[in-house]
């Protein structure tokens, strides 16, 4: 069966460029939302999973969600401190870290609408258990004062944050001397402080966290679980630190994912109405061709193949402005509640391949769902109707 080339469907699209470009637009717009959505899914789940580090373990309450609601109280952090497995640090020092985390209201930066923190209370194996984390401006905390670091999303998202500022929480005055960059982690998104002084500010009497870091990362976790099993005085529960985190990114990413992609559903709804209905156009101001085509030889099939290509094709320019719009939104940073925390987590949009594939098989989902009955309609135009209506 001779197939029309390609030339002639690109042209058709050309000559009708003015309702070519609207309906792509439209079909663009769809595309924007639908890969913006999955961008952002992905950014939560990529800022939260890189927070952690697969040679660190996170030790918490058994049955805690997160480290708000965990509690392991000092008699628990001192024994697993005891443990033989613990990495040591240049200094010949356990690499073990009991913290706490609580939230705190500070006020947004210009609207001035209150929204929670993390204040996460640390000492300096905490940082060194975190590599990740870089100092941008100013100093780290000394152990000991009343001193704070700030992630650099709090400085830049929340008022009286800046280097040099002064917090009030917990009947005294916290100073900032430092502001953290933490590599597009959840820890751009926290304040930092001595932990001793940070639980007697909030009246805690026990730690949130544990943090440590085992000498065999590969089988070490598994010998340090069977030592603890079934020894009462130890009431905690051992994850992989990286995989704490992953579990805290599912309930907010799949949110968005699902909401984003109904959302998406029912706009596409729309451009595949619109893509329709130029193509049904297309095929009324082209009667004329389809019969000269159909005298030339060429079948049924072929004009069907030559019209659903040509809506594959529209909807493959939209589906790449649509991308191409949505790729720039890598630039923007954005914040949200994280579902498990209740705390503002800062993050970005990110764009994977499988992101981009996935938006482009959707745009030519909605190409071929919007072009198929117009194809089908002028595959059965007559010869003598065609030419008789020419």
């Not at 639908?34 to 927070?51: D, N, W, Y």
């Not at 209150?114 to 194996?125: A, L």
């Not at 193949?305 to 790729?327: K, N, R």
């Amino acid at each position: 069966m001779k197939q029309i080339p390609l030339s002639y469907i690109a042209r058709n699209l050309w000559v009708r460029r003015v309702t070519t470009l609207l309906t792509a637009g439209g079909m663009a717009l769809v595309v924007y939302t639908f890969a913006t959505v999955l961008m952002m899914s992905e950014g939560i789940r990529a800022t939260l999973v890189a927070t952690g580090r697969p040679d660190n373990v996170i030790a918490l309450r058994r049955g805690a969600g997160a480290e708000i609601n965990s509690g392991v109280d000092r008699a628990q952090a001192n024994l697993l401190a005891t443990l033989p497995d613990l990495a040591l640090g240049l200094d010949g020092q356990p690499m073990i870290s009991k913290e706490m985390v609580v939230l705190n209201s500070l006020p947004k930066r210009g609207s001035g609408t209150p929204s929670n923190v993390s204040m996460r209370g640390t000492g300096p194996t905490g940082l060194a258990l975190r590599p990740q984390v870089k100092l941008m401006a100013g100093r780290f905390f000394r152990p000991g004062t009343a001193e704070i670091v700030v992630g650099k999303a709090v400085t830049t998202g929340f008022e009286g944050t800046q280097l040099g500022q002064r917090l009030r929480f917990g009947g005294r005055d916290w100073e900032i001397v430092g502001v953290m960059d933490g590599n597009h982690t959840a820890f751009d998104s926290e304040i930092w402080g001595d932990a001793e002084l940070m639980m007697q500010a909030f009246r805690r009497n026990a730690f949130s966290i544990v943090l440590f870091r085992l000498s065999d990362p590969a089988g070490g976790l598994a010998h340090v679980q069977s030592q603890l099993t079934g020894d009462p005085r130890v009431m905690v529960e051992l994850k992989p630190e990286i995989r704490f985190y992953e579990e805290q990114s599912e309930a907010l990413a799949k949110f968005i994912s699902i909401l984003g992609t109904a959302l998406s559903i029912i706009f596409s709804i729309g451009a595949i109405v619109g893509a329709m209905i130029t193509m049904f156009a297309a095929v009324a101001q082209r009667t004329g061709e389809i019969g000269t085509l159909r005298a030339l030889g060429f079948r049924r099939g072929a004009v069907l193949i030559a019209f659903l290509a040509e809506s594959l094709l529209l909807s493959l320019v939209g589906g790449l402005i649509g991308l191409a719009g949505a790729s720039l939104m890598q630039t923007v940073n954005i914040s949200t509640t994280n579902f498990q925390t209740f705390a503002e987590l800062a993050f970005q949009f990110k764009l994977t391949p499988a992101i981009a594939v996935q938006t482009l098989v959707f745009s030519l989902f909605m190409g071929f769902i919007g072009g198929f009955i117009p194809a089908w309609r002028a595959a059965r135009l007559k010869i003598v109707d065609c030419l008789r209506a020419a």
